[in-house]
């Protein structure tokens, strides 16, 4: 038995199959009502002959653009841009010193 969000309770009982790696689908509507997203992860507590699933951590999708955030730097914002071009002036000017 897996237990749902109370407003998912009222509806019918949603069935899947486990795969013989032990995988089973989460339902959309489930998937939806918990935020659970790919990479997410998740938690099973058996109890009383059947089991629950808990979100432990919403998996939030991340980009080049969102690296600061990803490191918690908390410096001034430098476009990816500036960056390369950046490397690339202390390249020249190292390669200017030989």
Do not use: N
């Given at each position: ?6 407003s998912?309770?009222q ?43 808990k ?12 690296g ?21 002036m202390k390249?020249a000017?190292?390669r200017?010193?030989?």
């Open positions: 038995m897996v237990q749902f969000l109370p998912i309770t509806e019918r009982a949603m069935a899947g199959s486990v795969t013989s790696k032990g995988q089973v689908t989460i339902p959309k509507r489930v998937r939806e009502a918990l935020g659970i997203t790919p990479g997410s992860k998740v938690e099973f507590d058996l109890a009383g002959g059947g089991a629950r699933l979100l432990v951590k919403r998996h939030a999708p991340s980009s080049v653009e969102e600061t955030a990803i490191l918690d730097y908390r410096g001034p914002r430098i476009s990816i841009d500036r960056m390369h071009g950046g490397l690339a390249k000017a190292k200017a010193r030989r």
